[in-house]
């Protein structure tokens, strides 16, 4: 079920890859960009983890925290998107948890959109991050969730395909 705005975002106790505790509720008092990703091996997802890198002064003066999931093991994050070194915590979630909790839905159609636009394809060939790994990956469609004090949904979205995320700069502004 996809969550509404306007509501407590369900809260949570993980821990991210590199084994610190993340405690959704540590966080009720500021501004938190939730990011749902596919597996750690996703091109997409990788090129969406290094925009989110080159914005960390933007985020950090924004006062935005940002968590950011997987559904890989911690060893796969380490070998993939963990080499970007992200400045934000990145959860492994392999059984979709918080997937579940969050209303993250798998798409086959969703997959098949990616597939339909060159350009996003070409840009992704070309990212540097290009594998055949994640194409035996569950076909995850990404969603973003903006968190205000008191952890209240202020913005959900639900991703289209593979590469579609809510714009960093309606987040930041």
Not at 86 to 92: E, I, N, S, Y
Not at 94 to 114: C, D, F
Request: with cysteine; net charge positive; glycine share 6%.
């Amino acid at each position: 079920m996809k969550l509404l705005t306007k509501k407590v975002a369900p809260d949570f106790k993980v821990e991210d890859y590199r084994g610190h505790k993340i405690h959704l509720s540590d966080y009720n008092n500021q501004k938190v960009l939730l990011s749902f990703f596919r597996t750690a091996t996703c091109p997409f997802c990788n090129m969406r983890v290094q925009e989110l890198i080159k914005k960390e002064q933007q985020f950090k003066d924004s006062g935005i925290e940002v968590i950011a999931f997987f559904s890989s093991d911690a060893d796969e994050i380490k070998s993939y998107a963990g080499k970007q070194n992200p400045w934000f915590p990145v959860v492994a979630d392999p059984n979709k948890n918080i997937y579940a909790l969050y209303g993250v839905e798998e798409s086959a159609s969703g997959m098949l959109k990616t597939m339909l636009k060159p350009l996003k394809m070409l840009r992704m060939m070309a990212s540097g991050f290009f594998n055949l790994k994640s194409m035996k990956a569950a076909p995850i469609i990404p969603a973003d969730f903006l968190l205000g004090p008191g952890l209240i949904i202020e913005k959900t979205y639900y991703g289209k395909d593979f590469g579609d995320h809510i714009d960093l700069n309606e987040i930041l502004n």
